[in-house]
């Protein structure tokens, strides 16, 4: 992997330093916090912090006795059931777009629609008479490249740049 990246110009690098400049406010931080705490969910982040400053979070939820070990299993149970909408595609988008989830699931969002979006290039490119020579796919970002990475081959189309 490493000589891979050597040999290409480092593009994990490049990568995360258009990330950087693009959500590097201290705003933008703190925000990515409580959304890997939401996708980890609540009960699970306390175990986590738990784990992280003494003998081990899921050891002392399951070594407890009674009332309090139900209460943060339940804890991990219901908060991590609260958060699967931003985590996984459950919601049709019409739901998802009107739900207080909508903020927190971006990638979601910005996910629907992609078969579409992809036939919409395949029938570009295949219209393109072959006096053109060779067309090169441009996306705008990662998540254009990969979903026409993932769906346009059996539509004809190369990988993107």
């Given at each position: 992997?490493?000589?891979?990246?050597?040999?290409?110009?480092?593009?994990?690098?490049?990568?995360?330093?258009?990330?950087?400049?693009?959500?590097?406010?201290?705003?933008?931080?703190?925000?990515?916090?409580?959304?890997?705490?939401?996708?980890?969910?609540?009960?699970?982040?306390?175990?986590?912090?738990?784990?992280?400053?003494?003998?081990?979070?899921?050891?002392?939820?399951?070594?407890?006795?009674?009332?309090?070990?139900?209460?943060?299993?339940?804890?991990v149970l219901v908060t991590s059931a609260?958060?699967v909408p931003v985590a996984l595609p459950?919601?049709?988008?019409?739901?998802?777009?009107?739900?207080?989830?909508?903020?927190?699931?971006?990638?979601?969002?910005?996910?629907?629609?992609?078969?579409?979006?992809?036939?919409?290039?395949?029938?570009?490119?295949?219209?393109?008479?072959?006096?053109?020579?060779?067309?090169?796919?441009y996306a705008t970002n990662y998540g254009?490249?990969?979903?026409?990475?993932?769906?346009?081959?059996?539509?004809?189309?190369?990988?993107?740049?």
């Amino acid at each position: 992997m490493l000589s891979w990246q050597a040999r290409h110009g480092w593009p994990k690098l490049q990568i995360a330093g258009q990330i950087r400049a693009e959500y590097g406010t201290t705003g933008q931080w703190i925000g990515f916090v409580v959304l890997q705490l939401m996708l980890f969910s609540v009960g699970a982040s306390v175990l986590w912090i738990v784990a992280s400053s003494g003998p081990g979070g899921a050891p002392v939820a399951l070594q407890s006795r009674g009332t309090l070990r139900w209460i943060m299993l339940d804890g991990v149970l219901v908060t991590s059931a609260l958060t699967v909408p931003v985590a996984l595609p459950v919601l049709p988008a019409g739901v998802l777009a009107c739900s207080p989830w909508s903020g927190p699931a971006e990638v979601q969002r910005e996910s629907v629609g992609w078969p579409h979006l992809v036939a919409i290039v395949a029938a570009a490119y295949q219209s393109l008479p072959p006096s053109h020579g060779r067309p090169v796919i441009y996306a705008t970002n990662y998540g254009e490249a990969g979903v026409i990475d993932r769906y346009g081959p059996p539509l004809g189309l190369p990988h993107t740049c």
